[in-house]
């Protein structure tokens, strides 16, 4: 699928959309689409989640997640206040998303709700609870 024909398919879910070149797709959603957006894209046969990342912004943490579109690539944006720190699980649309929704938890404090295994991936199990190094208030 090109650019435009996934931007086709997922823009009554995104806020704001930019096709970056002829394969990059920029979108942002919110706390009530994405995961109706997540599964638009897998029941159009597009299941292959590269990744999930998650950057802290300050007073918010974006969690992006990552598609492999055939010809195109979509990041999928979700802006998640600290206040309210909680998110869905995707792994019953993107199985391979466990890991990567493991590491939001540990690393960021991202509260996965729904998760399958929500033990921690790697820090030891004496991290200090309410810890979370990528962090931006995080003290090395």
Known sequence: MNANEVAQLIKRYADDMKIVGARQVFA???????IEALTALRDNDLKHLTTITGVDRGENIDVIYHIHCGESLLNLKLSVPKTDLEIETVTDIFPGATLYERELIEMLGVQVKGHPDPRRLFLSDDWPAGKFPLRKEAKK
Not at 28 to 34: G, L, M, P, Q
């Open 28 to 34: 942002v959603t919110d706390k009530e689409r994405y």
